[in-house]
């Protein structure tokens, strides 16, 4: 045998070896255990440069179609997820808890300021002023007809025997004048509701409606609800969903948050070893060993079995067992 065919041999065992290996739990089980204790004490964050992660995040965020190319994923997902939720008996109350509805409404409670801009954006808005006009309108039309506050106007009191077709004839022009009148003092009225909005949603009156809105929805039932929209609502969402999604995280706005979100979470594993963080998220070597390791044994089979583990592998090695060196020791190793 001479050296090319010795160093073609030797690569076929190793990649057979390997194959073997990476389907083996224990071997998963060492090399997460191993790794760990490589790491030892040194800090998270440290492994990582956060300028060159967050540059590589934007980019993606700025040039990649992530969600969008994922659609026929998430809509068949996300079918299937609507599917099994409509069989599930789950209530309101069984998801979120009484204690932790509790503590979102704490934390809720705070925002006051934002609370009463919310109010002031919604009542200024064109939609709520023509409606609120329109409203009123119709109050004092209904009123005039139905409370024959016409009836002592000279005149009309005849009429009144005719029906409200006839009242309604009788006043004649005063319809426009009403309606100006009140396009002209729709904001006045709406600062009003507004501070009256304000004084009546207190901490504690938005505590008792949270908590009345709550035992009312607690033992309701999602899938209920679910079974009364339409059956292509996946269908129809998804699409736009995911062409939202992109968008978004293309502006400007989002690009900058994720950046800052990137350099404030390494900063933060700077105060974190490896060992410790595993520790405080409830992992142990145990656990790695029951659940982790023999996942990761078996998905190397799966790539096994659909012939993709043998090429990965073979690129991972590399060119050593066709390069000279190699072929100079094993050259040596036959006696030239």
């Not at 057979?16 to 083996?24: D, F, S, T, Y």
């Not at 024959?148 to 000279?154: E, G, R, T, V």
């Not at 998905?299 to 659909?306: M, P, S, T, Y």
């Amino acid at each position: 045998m001479n050296a090319a065919d010795l160093a073609a041999a030797l690569r076929a065992a190793h990649v057979a070896h390997a194959r073997e290996r990476l389907q083996q739990k224990t071997y998963w089980q060492t090399q997460l255990d191993d790794g760990v204790k490589a790491l030892g004490k040194t800090p998270v964050g440290a492994l990582v440069d956060a300028e060159v992660l967050a540059t590589v995040v934007d980019d993606w965020l700025a040039q990649v179609h992530t969600t969008r190319g994922l659609e026929p994923v998430i809509l068949q997902v996300a079918e299937a997820v609507r599917r099994r939720a409509i069989d599930e008996p789950a209530t309101v109350g069984e998801l979120l808890e009484e204690h932790h509805f509790e503590a979102i409404l704490a934390q809720a409670l705070r925002l006051k300021p934002l609370r009463e801009k919310a109010i002031h954006a919604c009542l200024n808005h064109p939609l709520v002023s023509d409606m609120v006009s329109e409203m009123l309108y119709t109050g004092i039309k209904n009123f005039l007809l139905e409370e024959n506050a016409l009836a002592k106007l000279p005149g009309v009191s005849s009429m009144m025997k005719l029906g409200r077709k006839s009242v309604g004839r009788a006043m004649g022009g005063l319809e426009e004048p009403i309606r100006d009148y009140l396009r002209h003092n729709i904001r006045a009225t709406l600062r009003t509701g507004e501070q009256w909005l304000n004084a009546q949603l207190t901490d504690r009156r938005i505590a008792e409606l949270a908590r009345d809105g709550y035992r009312r929805l607690a033992p309701l039932r999602p899938a209920d609800a679910l079974r009364q929209a339409p059956d292509d609502l996946v269908a129809q969402t998804v699409p736009h969903a995911v062409v939202i999604a992109d968008e978004a995280a293309r502006l400007e706005y989002s690009r900058a948050l994720v950046n800052a979100g990137v350099l404030a979470a390494v900063q933060a594993l700077l105060d974190h070893d490896l060992p410790g963080l595993l520790k405080a998220m409830g992992t142990t070597p145990k656990q790695r060993s029951k659940v982790l390791a023999p996942a990761l044994a078996s998905g190397a089979r799966v790539l096994d079995e659909q012939g993709v583990l043998t090429p990965w592998i073979e690129n991972a090695l590399g060119d050593f067992y066709d390069s000279e060196a190699c072929r100079g020791v094993l050259q040596e190793a036959l006696g030239g």
